[in-house]
């Protein structure tokens, strides 16, 4: 009876075994397949050099739920995709299947961000018995201009790294979670990246790393070390990776962990005059400029058009007018209203290539955005106009583009122009 019982123990015991190995093996296939799903090969994008991207992720169990992935839309336009499905597993990563898909499909469509975002939103709640819900974060690079206009969905704002500044949080009035409410909209909002500008996204995993006497790694600790931190996106990566294993000693991940970094390249090397915001500083500024278009075209052909005007002409008389109305302005108006002991200074930044050119104006005086100043009717006669703003619709108008922000205290306007022929 004894041996008949031992038998059947240890034929339990083998079946158990069995099938542990089994799930195993079929957790393994799973692992392979989720991280198969997302961008591997790195570097990404060789032949663009205006593009350095790494992402990494590090599941709690074999399988998880949180995903980030990236793709070109057409030859300007870069997603970028960071997300965070609720819960753990294999039910997260089954949603999380869904959930990247959906994203990848209607981003890739064509429609603005918000719009895609509305729509994955009402597909994902249908038939959600289970009650999932995912946050999000996407942004969409112009990669001709650095425009970046992007979406969240109740997820961790990313940082935005700029050379001698700490690191800042893209903020945005937060969407609700996809997944959530079947009629959320969703608010496009967008920033402007300089040249070598880097966003770093991450899931809560990150901030969220316990060490084993439960205290969190946090906010305040990762902004401290990517302050100090150096190196191209991966190594961005691999070190804040790095820092949060060193913090948690030994202590089991409770969370998944993942990680996006993006760094753009656009303009060229910058070159800055910072002068004095005096009127009569203008023909330094004309010298500096004309200097760096020289430098910009010295390489490119600048044979005359049609109307006999050389590319470097051409470009200078654009470039240079949009300059003196800006400066002038700035001379005129940004520290007329201000104490004396008001630092009265602009300075210059000028990035450029052969084929194209940007220049961005920063001064510290009163917060003014030029472009929330209405266009003149220049329909209108002479003795009807109002007075003002013919300037700055010149400047628009004969730019390529433009950008104001805020920042710091400091009023940052941007203009930049391509060259065409």
Same mark, same amino acid.
């Given at each position: 009876?004894m041996?008949?019982s031992?038998?059947? /123990?240890?034929?339990?015991?083998?079946?158990?075994s069995?099938?542990?190995?089994?799930?195993?093996?079929?957790?393994? %296939?799973?692992?392979? $397949?989720?991280?198969?799903?997302?961008p591997?090969?790195?570097?990404?994008?060789p032949?663009r050099?205006?593009?350095?991207?790494?992402?990494?992720? /590090?599941?709690?169990?074999?399988?998880g739920?949180?995903?980030?992935?990236f793709?070109?839309?057409?030859?300007?336009?870069?997603?970028?995709?960071?997300?965070?499905?609720?819960?753990?597993?294999?039910?997260?990563?089954?949603?999380?299947?869904?959930?990247?898909?959906?994203?990848?499909?209607?981003?890739?469509?064509?429609?603005?961000?918000?719009?895609?975002?509305?729509?994955?939103n009402?597909?994902?709640?249908?038939?959600? !018995?289970?009650?999932?819900?995912?946050?999000?974060?996407?942004?969409?690079?112009?990669?001709?201009?650095?425009?970046?206009?992007? %979406?969240?969905?109740? /997820?961790?704002?990313?940082?935005?790294?700029?050379?001698?500044?700490?690191?800042?949080?893209i903020?945005?009035?937060?969407?609700?979670?996809?997944?959530?409410?079947?009629?959320?909209?969703?608010?496009?909002?967008?920033?402007?990246?300089?040249?070598?500008?880097?966003?770093?996204?991450?899931?809560?995993?990150?901030?969220?790393?316990?060490?084993?006497?439960?205290?969190?790694?946090?906010?305040?600790?990762?902004?401290?070390?990517?302050?100090?931190?150096?190196?191209? *996106?991966?190594?961005?990566?691999?070190?804040?990776?790095? !820092?949060?294993?060193?913090?948690?000693?030994?202590?089991?991940?409770?969370?998944?962990i993942?990680?996006? *970094?993006?760094?753009?390249?656009?303009?060229?090397?910058? /070159?800055?005059?910072?002068?004095?915001? !005096?009127?009569?500083?203008?023909?330094?500024?004309?010298?500096?400029?004309?200097?760096?278009?020289?430098?910009?075209?010295?390489?490119?052909?600048?044979?005359?058009?049609?109307?006999?005007?050389?590319?470097?002409?051409?470009?200078?008389?654009?470039?240079?007018?949009? *300059?003196?109305?800006?400066? $002038?302005?700035?001379?005129?108006?940004?520290?007329?209203?201000?104490?004396?002991?008001?630092?009265?200074? %602009?300075?210059?930044?000028?990035?450029?290539?052969?084929?194209?050119?940007?220049?961005?104006?920063?001064?510290?005086?009163?917060?003014?955005?030029?472009l929330?100043?209405?266009?003149?009717?220049?329909?209108?006669?002479?003795?009807?106009?109002?007075?003002?703003?013919?300037?700055?619709?010149?400047?628009?108008?004969?730019?390529?583009g433009?950008?104001?922000?805020?920042?710091?205290?400091?009023?940052?306007?941007?203009?930049?122009?391509?060259?065409?022929?």
């Open positions: 009876m041996t008949v031992l038998k059947e /123990h240890i034929g339990s015991l083998s079946r158990m069995a099938e542990r190995e089994r799930l195993a093996t079929e957790l393994n %296939v799973a692992t392979q $397949i989720q991280v198969s799903m997302l591997c090969i790195f570097p990404a994008f032949d050099e205006e593009i350095d991207i790494f992402g990494a992720t /590090h599941p709690a169990r074999e399988v739920g949180d995903f980030y992935d793709f070109l839309v057409d030859e300007k336009r870069l997603y970028i995709v960071i997300a965070d499905v609720s819960g753990k597993g294999i039910p997260a990563a089954l949603f999380m299947v869904v959930a990247k898909t959906l994203l990848k499909d209607n981003l890739s469509s064509g429609m603005p961000i918000e719009e895609a975002f509305s729509k994955v009402r597909q994902l709640c249908e038939n959600n !018995e289970a009650g999932m819900f995912v946050t999000a974060f996407s942004g969409c690079l112009d990669l001709v201009t650095g425009e970046f206009r992007y %979406v969240n969905a109740g /997820h961790n704002p990313p940082l935005l790294l700029r050379a001698d500044e700490k690191p800042s949080y903020r945005a009035q937060s969407g609700f979670v996809l997944a959530g409410l079947p009629d959320t909209e969703y608010r496009a909002e967008k920033i402007l990246l300089q040249d070598q500008d880097m966003v770093f996204a991450y899931t809560d995993g990150v901030t969220e790393a316990q060490d084993v006497n439960g205290v969190l790694f946090g906010e305040g600790r990762m902004e401290k070390f990517l302050e100090k931190a150096v190196g191209n *996106a991966e190594e961005i990566v691999n070190s804040v990776s790095e !820092e949060a294993g060193r913090f948690m000693r030994g202590a089991e991940q409770a969370d998944d993942t990680m996006l *970094a993006l760094r753009f390249f656009s303009w060229g090397q910058k /070159h800055v005059l910072k002068i004095k915001a !005096e009127k009569e500083k203008l023909p330094v500024v004309k010298r500096f400029i004309d200097l760096q278009i020289a430098e910009c075209l010295k390489q490119r052909d600048t044979a005359s058009n049609e109307t006999g005007i050389s590319l470097k002409d051409n470009m200078r008389y654009w470039l240079q007018m949009a *300059a003196e109305e800006i400066f $002038i302005n700035i001379a005129s108006y940004a520290y007329k209203d201000l104490k004396a002991e008001t630092q009265g200074s %602009v300075e210059i930044w000028f990035r450029g290539k052969a084929d194209r050119m940007k220049m961005t104006f920063i001064d510290k005086g009163i917060p003014y955005n030029p929330e100043h209405p266009a003149p009717d220049i329909s209108a006669d002479t003795q009807d106009r109002t007075v003002g703003g013919l300037g700055i619709y010149i400047v628009r108008k004969s730019m390529d433009a950008y104001y922000e805020y920042r710091n205290g400091k009023n940052v306007f941007t203009v930049w122009k391509y060259i065409s022929s």
